[in-house]
């Protein structure tokens, strides 16, 4: 079974600064694929970035990167220049591939961007 | 704006009824997921759908059934409600390239169950 671990509950980060999510995963699958989704209070899923596990190269969405991690299994969003739109929770996903079905999620981190 | 639509965006119901929630998935999506997210919890996978055929199986009560028509949009059933049922319900979707693994959600149906 594959299980996603958020050990942050809550994160806050001052307008500007930078911040790191943690994720951590357990999996015996080789190939598969890594997302970072935020819900704003809307409760809107939105998707922030993803992440092939066989590509090596971290990936980057504007102000948003990951640091893959794939011996320690570990997949940490950071946020650059944080914004007060970014408050929000945060939620890291796996999904198995080529199976390409459902996401496992994490128990989310809650951050808030303070002024 | 995520393409996918869902219907109704929120309702209230007693305990014991029986509703059925909606989702149209993405323009050219062959996928759909439901999940479920219950107050200051994550997102539990519920069930699949590809093409039509149930394609994986969750956490899904077997009070709760889903399924996809012939032009792709799904209905999430539930029934014989109980006060725990109350929850916020997504649909998700996937599958038109280039990024055919990413999931698309849907803005949500707050169910609420008296």
């Known amino acids: 079974a594959q299980t996603v671990t958020q050990s942050q509950p809550e994160m806050s980060v001052q307008e500007a600064e930078t911040v790191t999510l943690s994720c951590t995963y357990d999996?015996?699958?080789?190939?598969?694929?890594l997302f970072w989704y935020k819900q704003p209070p809307s409760r809107q899923m939105i998707l922030v970035i993803r992440q092939e596990a066989y590509k090596q190269q971290n990936a980057t969405e504007n102000r948003f990167s990951v640091n893959f991690q794939k011996a320690a299994k570990s997949f940490s969003l950071k946020i650059s220049d944080s914004q007060l739109g970014d408050t929000a929770m945060y939620f890291c996903?796996?999904?198995?591939?080529?199976?390409?079905?459902?996401?496992?999620f994490g128990t989310g981190t809650s951050l808030t961007v303070i002024p | 704006d995520s393409g996918v639509t869902q219907t109704p965006k929120h309702l209230i119901t007693a305990t014991g009824q029986r509703v059925t929630l909606r989702c149209s998935p993405r323009s050219g999506d062959l996928s759909v997921y439901w999940y479920q997210q219950s107050l200051d919890q994550g997102l539990q996978f519920l069930i699949q759908?590809?093409?039509?055929?149930?394609?994986a199986k969750g956490n899904i009560l077997e009070r709760f059934s889903a399924q996809q028509f012939p032009d792709l949009h799904s209905e999430l059933n539930l029934s014989s409600l109980e006060l725990g049922d109350s929850a916020l319900y997504f649909c998700?979707?996937?599958?038109?390239?280039?990024?055919?693994?990413?999931?698309?959600f849907g803005p949500g149906t707050r169910l609420t169950v008296l």
């Open positions: 999996t015996s699958e080789n190939n598969y694929y």
């Open positions: 996903a796996f999904m198995k591939q080529p199976t390409r079905n459902q996401f496992y």
């Open positions: 998700a979707s996937s599958g038109r390239a280039p990024s055919t693994d990413t999931q698309y």
């Open positions: 759908y590809y093409n039509g055929e149930e394609r």
